[in-house]
């Protein structure tokens, strides 16, 4: 939002309010091409490490193994779910003040777009796994069914590309 749409809505505009211009096609290649990287590096040190020479665990391997904890893949993985979280929470800020019926679910997302961010970079998961007999990703699995199935109507309201988008990120 600009300062003039904001001056309009809400008065004169607050000096200590920053605006931030992003250009949705350089955040994503940026956030692909880190991705791509991070996977290259966990390919090229595993190959390496079973076809020519062993690799002590620590620090290469371990730093960007995608399938362990603590490490750079899991610290961007983290960073990633708290910005589409920030993201969601900006939405409901807006729906907000539009007084829009939807406010509701962008804060939810928000909020259950924090936890998964939290629980990436600090293993709740395995804290719950120990604690109870069912693996958390059945409860996870059980309880995105039915956050999935409470959004329909939320889903069937969204303009079809923004749709096509949700249900794209959902399936990845």
């Given at each position: 939002m600009t300062n003039t749409n904001r001056q309009s809505r809400k008065g004169p505009a607050d000096p200590k309010r920053y605006d931030v211009a992003l250009?949705?096609?350089r955040v994503?290649?940026?956030l692909s091409v880190i991705t791509l990287m991070l996977l290259l590096c966990h390919v090229g040190l595993t190959l390496y490490h079973y076809e020519f020479?062993?690799?002590p665990w620590l620090p290469s391997r371990q730093l960007f193994d995608v399938d362990e904890e603590n490490n750079l893949p899991i610290w961007f993985?983290?960073?990633?779910?708290?910005?589409v979280a920030a993201c969601s929470w900006l939405c409901a800020r807006r729906k907000r003040?539009?007084?829009d019926s939807c406010m509701v679910h962008w804060y939810a997302l928000a909020i259950g777009f924090l936890f998964p961010s939290?629980?990436?970079?600090?293993g709740i998961h395995e804290t719950i796994n120990s604690l109870i007999e069912?693996?958390?990703?059945?409860l996870g699995g059980i309880l995105a069914t039915g956050v999935g199935f409470a959004y329909i109507p939320f889903l069937r309201q969204l303009p079809s590309g923004a749709r096509t988008l949700?249900?794209?990120?959902?399936a990845l």
């Open positions: 250009v949705p096609r994503v290649l940026s020479d062993e690799l993985s983290g960073f990633l779910l708290s910005i003040d539009d007084k939290l629980d990436e970079v600090s069912m693996s958390s990703a059945i949700f249900f794209s990120a959902g």
